[in-house]
């Protein structure tokens, strides 16, 4: 029985837009290599202001979407493992080698994989793959318009995640600017032009009491604070004072939109200006359009992207205070 490969759903749940990706890139993979793909989906994630999780229903209700939009094919319908292999991540030659020492095995073996990215990294185009597929099941929300979405993401992690897994660095409002202002003279120089923010911030100072009791814990744990009696005191941050746009603009900004829309909205639009996020890597790889991708992200530009520092977009890492404002 030849060798099976799945995400590992249990060993790191973090945000919903990195364990998608994750997903797409080991489906990816199985499907480039003639690996037999067993779908595991998200089981649970973490819990951020701008999913506005009210109770159970709805937190059951946001996976299910996520999970019905990533819905990989399995090639066994409950296969018998014999033997299961549990990596965090792995290099194309050793996973070439698993494939062929298990070929002619009779055993079911089972490689639940973590983080694909040590080849997704290496050859983005693997995920074409997988792009093809979703675009196939889900044509019907996937379309191209005419607007430009731009992925604000600088979010309230720093008070309420997981200090072992948190990582404080975004974009600063200037690259913000100076990408729309790029946008405007390559792509709408003489005519208005829409575009849409979607960001994870809130336009007000706001008090966050978290639905999850984990997030509370690391609340807690992080700041100090009894976020599940007290809240956790959020500052508030207007876009419109921190971003400039330009006068032939038609702005919409969208403060904490619900996932789904957030994520459709950076997939459909003509021109996506992607933030250092996961989500926005993910949306940039199913938009037909044009991307603009951060030259200090996390993952490999896609072949088709434009580098930010070839249109002028330098930047430097906003790193804000643990005990600070995101708005350093």
């Not at 600063?172 to 405007?184: K, L, N």
């Not at 792509?187 to 208005?192: G, I, N, P």
């Not at 923010?197 to 997030?215: A, E, G, M, W, Y």
């Amino acid at each position: 029985m030849p060798l099976l490969i799945t995400y590992d759903n249990e060993t790191m749940q973090d945000g919903l837009g990195s364990q998608a990706l994750r997903l797409l890139g080991i489906f990816s993979i199985a499907k480039v290599l003639g690996i037999g793909y067993q779908h595991s989906p998200i089981v649970s994630f973490v819990e951020e202001y701008s999913h506005r999780l009210r109770n159970n229903s709805d937190e059951t209700n946001l996976l299910r979407e996520v999970n019905n939009f990533f819905s990989f094919p399995s090639r066994i319908s409950n296969p018998k493992v014999n033997q299961v292999l549990i990596m965090r991540e792995i290099k194309l030659l050793l996973l070439l080698k698993l494939k062929l020492r298990y070929l002619f095995s009779r055993k079911v073996v089972l490689l639940r994989l973590l983080l694909p990215f040590k080849i997704t990294d290496r050859n983005p185009l693997i995920y074409l793959f997988g792009i093809r597929y979703l675009r196939r099941l889900q044509s019907r929300l996937l379309f191209q318009n005419d607007t430009t979405v731009v992925h604000v993401r600088r979010g309230y992690g720093y008070l309420y995640s997981d200090p072992a897994t948190f990582r404080p660095r975004h974009l600063p409002y200037e690259y913000y600017s100076a990408a729309i202002e790029v946008v405007r003279k390559k792509f709408f120089k003489d005519r208005d032009f829409n575009v849409i923010v979607h960001t994870d911030l809130s336009p007000i100072d706001i008090n966050f009491r978290p639905h999850k009791p984990q997030t509370s814990d690391w609340a807690l744990q992080f700041s100090g604070v009894e976020a599940q009696t007290n809240g956790l005191d959020l500052p508030g941050i207007n876009l419109e004072e921190k971003v400039r746009f330009p006068k032939n603009s038609l702005v919409e900004i969208q403060y904490c939109s619900e996932f789904m829309q957030t994520f459709l909205d950076m997939c459909n639009c003509r021109v996506l200006i992607q933030s250092k996020s996961s989500l926005s890597y993910l949306a940039g790889l199913l938009n037909r359009g044009t991307v603009i991708w951060p030259s200090s992200h996390g993952h490999a530009k896609y072949p088709s992207w434009i580098n930010s520092l070839k249109i002028g977009l330098s930047h430097q890492e906003f790193k804000p205070m643990m005990e600070g404002s995101p708005d350093l």
